[in-house]
């Protein structure tokens, strides 16, 4: 295999800045979803972005991943424009960001531990034991047993096909990773244990987390900073502690509605 | 102590190395991660020729101070090699000097993970297999007469309850099914027809027997060739599609909603297709007798000089009525055959979405498959009974 350049050093060391959004539309035919929304997210910071159902957070998601294009504004990824990028940067920009979908987006024919494996097979030199090695090693890392490796994901539950999605997504050691609605759909233990797994994901290698999710359990246990979506713009973005005592009505209706519904408890530091 | 093979010769700059020091350490610098690997990818799978570096004192020292990056493809590639050159497993034989704090963390996992053998895949021997698919295949035998069995019930019960009968979704289905197959069905059997006719015309004509052909495709075409080629023709449009219909309606819990709602799908959804498919297909089958028959003229005439006024003279002389009907007849049996194997295979899909896939070719599969077996009974049977 040709070695690739080496881009780990090049156009961003110096920068703090992984993602920067800058005056982002979205319009679906005269539905606009984001008018002129800026957001930019720090390198080893694990954001969440919050918002109501069709405030667009996942539309945010897709434009980040390059699946889907604004209709103006820059994304810039890593400190390259996605729009003006060529497919062979493009390629390699791929290759230091990992996305985990909402239903796990794991291939059907496959085996969990084949899916885990794939990004390296198609990526690297290394021989298939190793990989396979590799592969396992993840998804223990995950907190998968062993046999989970050799069935499909149709067999598997939906904690576990969470857990299969977050190994393959990490299969490369992304520098930035994707997390789409991560606990949806999962009881309360499991959600938990999503949290933590994001969290020690996050103290071993050390990548840049972008969270979609509108479970403020994971918004106060596991981000740093949360972006809250609506009206087409972000309407704050910080710590939890701060967001939950911000005044803006519709921030505050997001926090409070939800909270009465469902008690959770804040760090006492706030 | 030796260099293992390569390590020298990749590029100094950003690239892992593995260098022996000189008190006997080595010296692990460089980017080890994926892109920087490298050659150095494959150091850990010793070949043959190439024994795997020896430590003699079975403990060696990585000094990691020139590590530029680390990730788990590189950490692993390292534990390998490390593993490979001392004997005794399970204990890290190797301790780490000057590493940096994550490469230093990552690497503990990593160790911590490296005892644990991968499961190898599941192999089954041939008998195995032969066994699994023998009770497969009988399971299904058996859920299919079960199948044929609640279909029965569900019908009975439907035929004393006439205004259960959907009528506009029997005639939906005989409009999809039927009519708009009239072009395909019609086209097939006229160049069969003219097919049958040609092959005849050159052996006749030896004879002398021309006029014979008029039997030839007659026969051949209201016993045989136009149910049959119907069948095949319906069961990979409309058997496919049902087993799609359905198998989607199961992926989409809507089989179960209509369960719930106190509706049997039986009777909704199943029911009124076979229904169809048992007026559709015999009709679709006296159009294909009249197409492939005319097939059978054009050539006739091209070829035998017979005109179109003397083969439909003579057609009227030999035929007998029981050749349309017997062709007629078993195209009604094809149709229960090829409709209650599509609606089967598609209530037997489970879970994903390529099940659908898998269940609609199996349904076509099957049915053509079902259809054939019937088709050679019926000749026994009409053997038997001198039809």
């Known amino acids: ?270 | 102590m030796r260099a293992p093979p390569d390590a020298a010769t990749t590029d100094s700059g950003a690239g892992a190395t593995l260098t022996p020091g000189p008190d006997g350490t080595w010296q692990a610098s460089g980017e080890w991660t994926l892109q920087g690997l490298g050659t150095l990818a494959r150091l850990a799978a010793p070949r043959g020729g190439d024994p795997p570096p020896t430590v003699p004192d079975a403990k060696a020292v990585v000094d990691g101070s020139g590590l530029r990056a680390m990730d788990s493809a590189g950490a692993w590639v390292l534990q390998r090699w490390m593993l490979d050159g001392t004997a005794p497993a399970g204990n890290p034989p190797t301790t780490l000097l000057n590493w940096p704090a994550r490469a230093a963390g990552l690497m503990k996992q990593v160790q911590a993970g490296a005892g644990q053998a991968v499961l190898p895949a599941p192999r089954q021997s041939l008998l195995q297999r032969i066994g699994r698919q023998a009770v497969a295949g009988a399971q299904q035998a058996q859920a299919f007469l079960h199948f044929v069995g609640e279909l029965a019930a569900a019908a009975a019960d439907a035929l004393r309850h006439p205004r259960r009968w959907r009528l506009r979704a029997i005639w939906h289905e005989i409009e999809i099914g039927g009519l708009d197959a009239l072009p395909i069905v019609g086209l097939t059997s006229f160049l069969l027809g003219v097919v049958v006719a040609y092959q005849g015309a050159d052996q006749l004509r030896h004879y002398g027997a021309n006029v014979f052909v008029v039997e030839l495709v007659g026969y051949a075409m209201l016993r045989e060739f136009a149910p049959l080629m119907g069948a095949i023709i319906i069961a990979g449009r409309s058997g496919s599609a049902y087993a799609a219909q359905i198998g989607t309606m199961v992926v989409s819990e809507e089989i179960d909603a209509l369960r719930t709602i106190g509706v049997d799908p039986l009777q909704r959804l199943v029911l009124p297709k076979i229904v169809a498919l048992a007026v559709a297909l015999p009709l679709l089958t006296v159009f294909a007798d009249i197409t492939g028959v005319f097939g059978g003229m054009v050539m006739a005439r091209s070829q035998l000089d017979i005109s179109f006024i003397e083969f439909a003279q003579r057609f009227g002389q030999v035929m007998q009525g029981s050749a349309l009907l017997i062709g007629v007849g078993k195209a009604l049996v094809f149709a229960f055959i090829i409709a209650t194997v599509g609606c089967f295979q598609g209530l037997r899909t489970q879970g994903s979405a390529d099940s659908v896939g898998r269940q609609t070719t199996l349904s076509v599969v099957q049915a053509i498959f079902l259809v054939i077996v019937a088709d050679a009974l019926f000749s026994v049977a009409f053997n038997w009974l001198d039809l």
């Open chain 1, 1 to 270: 295999m040709p070695r690739q350049p080496n881009t780990r050093t090049r156009t961003d060391a110096d920068s703090d800045t992984v993602i920067d959004l800058q005056q982002i539309c979205t319009r679906f035919g005269s539905h606009s979803v984001h008018e002129a929304l800026d957001l930019s997210v720090r390198r080893g910071e694990i954001l969440g972005l919050a918002g109501g159902s069709g405030s667009g957070k996942s539309v945010l998601l897709r434009e980040m991943i390059g699946l889907q294009r604004p209709s103006s504004g820059q994304v810039r990824v890593f400190g390259e424009d996605l729009a003006t990028l060529g497919p062979e940067p493009l390629q390699a920009l791929r290759r230091r960001w990992g996305v985990m979908f909402q239903r796990g987006g794991l291939f059907g024919a496959l085996t969990v531990r084949q899916n885990v494996g794939l990004p390296l097979r198609e990526h690297s030199a290394l021989d298939g034991t190793l990989i396979d090695q590799i592969a396992e090693w993840k998804l223990a890392l995950t907190g998968l047993p062993p046999d989970a490796g050799l069935k499909l994901p149709g067999e598997l539950s939906g904690g576990m096909l969470k857990r299969a999605a977050l190994a393959r997504a990490i299969s490369l050691d992304p520098e930035l990773l994707f997390l789409d609605e991560p606990t949806s759909g999962l009881d309360p233990a499991s959600a938990d244990g999503v949290n933590e797994l994001i969290l020690r994901t996050h103290e071993l290698f050390g990548p840049t987390i972008v969270i979609v999710t509108h479970d403020l359990d994971l918004l106060w246990q596991v981000c740093d900073r949360v972006a809250v979506l609506g009206e087409g713009r972000v309407l704050a973005l910080d710590s939890m502690a701060v967001l939950s005592r911000n005044p803006q009505p519709i921030v505050s209706a997001y926090f409070t509605d939800r909270r009465a519904a469902r008690p959770v408890h804040p760090p006492a530091a706030a």
